[in-house]
């Protein structure tokens, strides 16, 4: 669905049978409470989500690099802007179409009106997940396990291993005699991508592969 969306975008100029954010929504609900239709200006830190769409790279009256970023999440269109530390920080991830998770003051837009947010912190979908998430969760205790199951996970989750800024991963297996779930090691945790979600659910179903969030829910991507 990604890909024939880019495909559409790069064509015709506009996503035509949907937006890329749908994939992802339900997983954005559980670290960014609310929509940009639905932000309201405040001193507290916030976290949004949302497509860029357009990005412009300026300096201030000081001579400083600043740029303004477009979100767009299919509710509404927020400008978020970067300077100072943050820009230094993060403004090389900042790209066209890529989703990103921004921390920041929602403010009132002095110059256009509206909200505008002052972003402080910069995380690709995949660095949320670390972030935020509790661990990665493969259930199977309704699939038919076969011998060579730990060899095939092991396959599965090698290429993801990472020691830091990682999620932990969850087993959930039952057996004739016992059903628990089982925490595989901290030399086990991975780095939660779209490819492995992807890898593990073609492997498993989609319906036993899960990220799992402080509220309780699951996140799909």
């Given amino acids: 669905a990604i890909e024939r969306l880019q495909g559409e975008k790069e064509t015709l100029g506009l996503f035509l049978t949907g937006h890329p954010i749908q994939e992802y929504e339900q997983e954005l609900r559980q670290f960014c409470r609310r929509r940009l239709n639905d932000l309201k200006a405040s001193k507290d830190a916030q976290w949004i989500a949302g497509m860029v ?12 690099p600043m740029c303004f970023v477009q979100l767009d999440d299919r509710s509404a269109r927020v400008e978020v802007s970067l300077m100072g530390e943050a820009f230094d920080n993060y403004a090389a991830k900042v790209n066209k179409d890529e989703l990103l998770v921004i921390e920041g003051e929602v403010q ?7 909200l505008a947010v002052r972003g402080s ?15 990665l969760e493969i259930d199977f205790r309704q699939i038919q396990m076969s011998a060579d199951l730990p060899s095939q996970l092991k396959q599965l989750l090698s290429p993801y291993r990472q020691s830091t800024e990682a999620c932990p991963v969850h087993v959930l297996y039952q057996g ?25 659910r073609g492997a498993f179903g989609d319906d036993y592969v899960r990220l799992r969030y402080a509220s309780g829910s699951d996140g799909s991507a």
């Fill in 121 to 135: 912190r910069v995380l690709n979908i995949d660095e949320a997940r670390q972030r935020f998430s509790k661990g």
């Fill in 108 to 114: 009132f837009n002095e110059f256009g009106g509206g």
């Fill in 53 to 64: 769409v357009a990005v412009r790279t300026t300096k201030s009256r000081r001579g400083m």
């Fill in 176 to 200: 004739e005699a016992a059903v628990g779930r089982i925490s595989l090691g901290a030399d086990w945790k991975v780095s939660v991508s779209d490819e492995l979600l992807y890898a593990l």
